[in-house]
């Protein structure tokens, strides 16, 4: 009966791989765990740019791109803020009449035919009032301060009005708006007076004229309106004690040269109180009758070229709701502080955000599309800072650049406009929406940075909305770059990833970007890193690349592109090959695609040709992907394996990386090895070229993976009654005793992996060795006897592998030592 058994296990030896008797469904799985690997590699990394700018590396500017540098001055800026909307712009007169303009009059009113007042007026208002009328405003020089009229005649100045804000303060609106009451409750009876002076060389009027005119002759003002109600009373009473002060310390500064950086805070502090006092009277926005003269204030300070200063200004000014060219230029004033990293924390507190999100949301892109495209410059800049990226996260700012692209998407997507009654205004105005678009792509890419922000773009469907974009602007290399680096860091976090699997539409755009693209590294290699995330977390994912047209021959041939310029030093072009192989090997652990991949020449071919053309020293990561790869196709073990039948230069290839220092290389080559051989050639290889010292030496390593690798070639070779000797003589059973001790409570599929391997070291009655294996066996099959984690997802984890993987190897080579046990008991009685 013992023969017969004897008999019957020489027939049942086991394998690591196809073709061996499996005892449950869970065996298969573990093998195909061990045997078919995802690979992992580094996110591509993005240098920081040193120059920020509207474009980001593009030095061209034939396209009529907008520039990211200009200079801006008060002169840029028009006195009455907008123009009629219709009309054509005339030249202008070589005569300018010299009409009466007084600063109290709206811009409204101004462009208007004034019409001549009467004489008695004229003669009241003396020659003060005779102002040159201006249709776009200059650059300022100084308006002389009340206080510096030394040569003309001048009343007594009565405590003219100061602020007392410290200057390193950073203003918020509430307890400026406080300080500001308690000062003017002070001094509300020191209204500053002064005579009217002639000032020839100033084309806009001071406030103080103003001043006069108000305090000397208000018959006259009413006798040229048609209403004098308590509002215009109310209003005329706040211009004069609230508003006018600030402006008369604005007209003391004179702009050019260098101005104080004590000047400038205080200044700053100015244009704050006066946000202040404009909002708490409901003044802001287009229906102040003197706006235009607080414009012409605001923009004449901006020729101090403070960055402080200006984007003080700017919240005012935009605050005040000005239009056409100004609302331009005060964006483009925004735009250029934001240039300049080192006044990003003057946006950390500054409202002027709220105002920027404001004009993105609301703004007519056909009309204003150049505005839109500065506001987005600048908040593309800003949000490379980490803070004011967190700042802008909590104002919605990635809803609203998502809803902002689908207007854009609108505007360029041809079908939208068959049944509209407009169009665009030519190639111009698609050319600014593209540019936008550009501006959008890579303000959300920083965000990505943000790993606060994954929420925010799960929840606004970020993926099947850049998908569209990059869809409809596949020639715009810049806006597909930066959908890909958003992709590339998004596709690295699990949540994310899984997302991106159920954007159908992303696999044909990868594959059709990568053909139309094949040539520009940086959106190539972004884009095989994501598809190489999705193809190592989803069985769905891999078969979704496989099954789109003409998938593999696109990656093949882009494989062989970049394969030719490996045959020098290390390359740039390396990365993109860790990437694309990468993809190869995920892909392959689905079944199909994996027995396809494997019975492709060219595939097999391009990836032995990595490992010929490149050592381990030169490029590790290359070339333990390829091994990598040739280790998952090595796995299916069909007639038509491309591997199995290239076996010997296969083998050849892998004992290179077995002789090299590179442990991980050593690994994927023992890997392979378990696969191949199976196969008698393979096997010859091995014991011919000692390969079998180098796996029994990596049973001795202290790391699971590589002892589980060196098993499973050690149990094919032993099938081998030849190989098994020369094996048990280099000491196999004893090293893999210590190994089961050593690692058999932690790892319970590795304590199978070596029963396995002892199974069929031992088939030539190896008694020596039977009582002390028996004696582990013994107390690894009681289940009571072993400690177990406290952890309960762990237990129940590793009494899975215990009872359906260990369990039943073990008690089938217990049978096995008992018997040794008792043949060599009559031996020691004899003894």
Known sequence: MASVERKQEKHEPFYLGYGSKRQTSAEIVTEARHSLRTLRTQRPFTPREEHRQLFEGSAHTCDGRPPSSFSLH????????????????????????????????????VDKGVPKPPVECMDKRGSGGARTRLVR?????????????????????????????????QVHTESLCSSYKQERTEKSSKILIHTPAKHSGSPWPSSADLSQTKETKPDAEHGCRDSAGSDATDESVFWTSEVLPILQMFESVAPGGIVPKETIERLCDACASLHCVLAEKGMLGRHFKKRS????????????????????LAKTILALNVSGNNLLNICKLVFKISRNSRNDFLFQDNPVIDSVLSLIRCEDLNSSGETVLYCMGSLKLLSGNRTIAKLLLAKDFIAISLRLSQRLLHLTDPKAFLNDHHTLAGQGQHAITVHILGQVTAALRNMADLSESRSSFLSNDIFSILCAVMDHHQEDQDICLNGARIFSKLSSYAECCYALTETLSSYRLFLVLLCKHSRKQALVVRLLFTLGNLAARSNDARERVYKEENSINILLELFQSYLHTLKNPPHEDEDILIKLIRVLANLSIHPTVGM?????????????????VRSVEESAELVINASTTINNLSYYQGESSVVRIRHTHVSELLLRLLLSS?????????????????????????IRNKVHQFVLALLDSKNPHVCFSACGVLTNLCVDPKNRTIINK????????????????????????????????????????????????????????LQWSSNDDIKAYQETCWELEFLPVAKRLKKRMERYVKILEPVSELS
């Open 74 to 109: 008060a002169r840029n800026f028009e006195a009455p803020d907008s123009r009629p909307s219709s009309g054509t712009r005339l030249s202008p007169l070589e005569h300018k009449p010299r009409l009466p303009l007084s600063l109290d009059e709206d811009y409204s009113e």
């Open 137 to 169: 405003a200059r650059s300022l020089t100084l308006v002389p301060s009340m206080t510096q009229h030394s040569n003309e005649p001048q009343t007594e100045v009565v405590d003219e009005p100061t602020l007392s804000i410290k200057p390193s303060q």
């Open 293 to 312: 003269s607080i414009l012409r204030a605001l923009f004449r300070l901006i020729d101090l070229g403070s960055d402080e200063l200006n984007l003080t």
């Open 596 to 612: 396809a991949l494997a019975a492709n020449t060219l595939c097999v071919q391009l990836l032995l040709k990595v490992m010929e």
């Open 662 to 686: 590179n442990m991980d290389a050593v690994l994927e080559a023992t890997r392979v090895f378990g696969n191949l051989s199976q196969i008698e050639e393979v096997q010859h290889f091995i």
């Open 730 to 785: 280099e000491g196999a059973i004893h090293k893999l005793i210590a190994c089961l001790r050593d690692f058999g409570p932690q790892d319970w599929l590795l304590a199978t992996q070596v029963c396995q391997t002892l199974w069929n070291c031992t088939e030539d009655r190896q008694h020596e060795y039977a009582q002390e294996l028996l004696e582990i066996l013994n107390f690894y099959s009681d289940q009571k006897a």
